[in-house]
């Protein structure tokens, strides 16, 4: 076996030397057989369909058993699948079977049920005669639509049963009663694959489509369109057509040179379009510089801020969420090296804080600031006007949805703050008034006014001036005033006696004063025979834990859910016990302002009872109680979130 070797010279071993030379090796290839004396039948004319092949010149082959050897410029060799084939984007493998084309293919649509739109150069699919267009079913076969355009297709957008094609084709030789005159632009109906009345009429080639309802965008190398009536109309390399009557919109942003690609947001507000222009004059105050890649607002037809400047064509574009993907021949973007690819990040979104308030008498921890698109090194404040910005400390990108961040209040004014995310690419979202700064907040879930219970709230100001406090009752019927701007002197506590403000079983309170406090509330029954008492928390929680707990031996254990929020929350109860785990109440409803007592007893009977209670719509704060002997005795302690 010889091969061609730098010198002209054919020898083996000169191949191998050259090869060698040229860091190429040999190949092991499947399903050759080896070589051999032994006469064969004549060979079949045509190639085997399934063998592999090579991105390159093959000069040397070497059967060898079972093992063939191959040498040659190449760097790839895999399965001949043709211009085209699915790839199966966890593995990476082609997604069989799949028809070989013959020819290149610019274009591609999914049908909807497993198959595909391809448009492109060729002239044959799977063995069938197909030129420049054919549908691909979800089997692999090739279906009967068949439109016969005479030229090339470079775009295509669906819509129901109609498929939009763009391209450098004429005519269209249709199933019936063509040929048919359609100048770069046509609607095929994919059940008879005739072109529809649809005749925009174009000057010259389309590159690109993008469909929003009614309007189809195209882009390319035209410059007017006669539509059905009116016409011509001049529309430099983009424009909107109404499908409805084949005439241009108003749409008309009039660029200097041609348009290749182009991919519309998901609103329909902005249409992004890449090219080979450098200029878009807009409905108003053009021109404007824009470097083969722009934003152009649909409605009103002048390109937005964005602006890459790219250095070369954009050939390509695609929108995955809120970033942008463009592919081309360009070599820098913004003047910064970019070989061919690039993405553009959108702007990020800001849905949620938690927590949404704080006290402006020391540092709140944000653990969940939710919302998309947020970049590593993003920043946070919060903004209010006539206020300094507080800046976020501590500021933690977890993932593209969520941050983390600390807030020092100390003095903050009181009131709604905008909550604003600025990446490290300078785009920035909003929350407006979504941080509310109040005065110190004490929690107190627990306690009762019937059945011969007393309920105290005890507060402590530590402080060297006056303060003053507000207590608001969250009852089983929803909220109630407490007394107000109560002055409490400095280096002093009250105690307040909420029999004296109202009655009910269920009796929950928030302390807020205008400094500094400390908070406690304690419980007596049966003419103080028993008693049991808890210190307050600062800031509710979706999620909280109580690890004592008992059912049985005549003890009953309570589980107190205060909401202090301003809409009903759920909450979830799960039980851990001897035996393991066991749901409680799941989805249950808690109004704004109220507070709900779980007897666990109704739910599980076990020694030992834990609870995790799961909030859901808002945060809660959750207590347990527990009494034994016939409420001879008594004891009681808030829960821990999971900070």
């Not at 090219?275 to 409905?283: A, D, H």
Request: net charge negative.
């Amino acid at each position: 076996m010889f091969a061609r070797t730098s010198s002209g010279i054919f020898s083996w071993r000169g191949a191998v030397g050259a090869l060698a030379a040229m860091l190429l090796g040999f190949l092991l290839l499947p399903g050759l057989p080896g070589g051999g004396s032994k006469a064969q039948a004549q060979p079949s004319s045509v190639p085997d369909p399934v063998f592999w092949v090579a991105n390159g010149a093959v000069h040397s082959i070497l059967p060898a058993g079972n093992v063939t050897y191959i040498g040659g410029t190449f760097t790839y060799v895999g399965p001949h699948t043709g211009n085209g084939a699915p790839v199966d984007t966890s593995s990476g493998s082609t997604i069989e079977p799949y028809p070989q084309v013959e020819g290149d293919i610019y274009a591609a649509v999914p049908d909807g049920s497993g198959g595909w739109f391809i448009g492109g150069d060729f002239t044959r699919v799977g063995g069938v005669a197909r030129n420049r267009l054919a549908h691909i079913l979800s089997d692999g076969s090739v279906s009967d639509f068949n439109p016969d355009l005479d030229g090339t297709v470079f775009a295509l957008a669906l819509s129901g049963s109609i498929l939009y094609v763009g391209g450098d084709f004429t005519t269209i030789q249709g199933s019936s009663g063509g040929p048919y005159v359609r100048n770069y632009l046509a609607a095929i109906d994919t059940t008879n694959s005739n072109p529809t009345g649809f005749n925009p009429d174009l000057n010259d080639r389309v590159h690109a489509l993008a469909l929003s309802g009614s309007i189809l965008y195209a882009g390319g190398d035209f410059t007017t369109i006669q539509g059905s009536s009116g016409g011509p109309y001049t529309r430099n390399y983009l424009a909107a057509i109404d499908t409805t009557n084949s005439n241009p919109t108003g749409f008309n942003p009039n660029l200097n040179d041609a348009v290749d690609a182009l991919t519309l947001s998901p609103d329909g507000s902005t249409l992004y379009t890449g090219g080979r222009f450098t200029t878009i004059q807009g409905s108003s105050g053009g021109p404007y510089a824009r470097n083969r890649l722009a934003a152009i607002d649909t409605a009103t037809s002048n390109p937005t801020d964005f602006n890459p400047d790219l250095s070369s064509p954009v050939e390509a574009l695609a929108l995955s969420g809120s970033t942008l993907y463009a592919g081309g021949s360009f070599t820098s973007v913004g003047g910064s090296p970019r070989q061919g690819f690039a993405a553009f990040n959108g702007p990020p979104s800001v849905t949620s804080i938690t927590p949404s308030a704080g006290a402006n008498t020391g540092t709140v921890s944000i653990t969940d600031l939710a919302g998309s698109g947020f970049l590593s090194g993003a920043s946070v404040r919060l903004s209010k006007t006539g206020q300094a910005d507080i800046q976020a400390a501590n500021v933690s990108v977890v993932s593209t949805s969520r941050i983390t961040c600390d807030f020092d209040l100390y003095g903050a004014a009181l009131g709604d703050w905008d909550v604003v995310v600025t990446n490290s690419d300078s785009q920035q979202a909003t929350l407006a008034g979504g941080f509310r700064v109040e005065l110190p907040t004490w929690y107190l879930a627990e306690g009762c006014t019937q059945g011969g219970m007393e309920t105290w709230v005890l507060v402590q100001n530590p402080g060297d001036t006056q303060v003053t406090v507000d207590l608001t009752f969250m009852t089983s019927a929803g909220e109630q005033a407490g007394p107000q701007d109560f002055p409490i002197p400095a280096h002093s506590r009250h105690s307040f006696n909420l029999g004296s403000y109202v009655t009910d079983w269920d009796v929950s309170t928030k302390v807020t004063a205008s400094d500094k406090v400390i908070c406690e509330r304690a419980m007596y029954g049966a003419g103080r025979t028993w008693a049991h008492d808890s210190v307050g928390v600062t800031e509710p929680d979706t999620e909280w834990y109580l690890a004592e707990g008992c059912t049985q031996g005549g003890m009953e254990t309570w589980v107190l859910v205060q909401n202090p929020g301003t809409t009903q929350v759920t909450v979830d109860l799960t039980f851990m016990t001897s035996a393991g785990q066991q749901a409680g109440p799941q989805g249950f409803p808690i109004p704004a302002h109220s507070r709900h007592s779980f007897n666990l007893s109704e739910y599980v009977t076990d020694w030992d009872v834990s609870c995790k209670v799961e909030a859901t719509g808002g945060q809660v704060i959750c207590e347990r109680a527990m009494y034994g002997n016939g409420r001879t005795w008594a004891h009681d302690s808030i829960g821990h979130p999971p900070k």
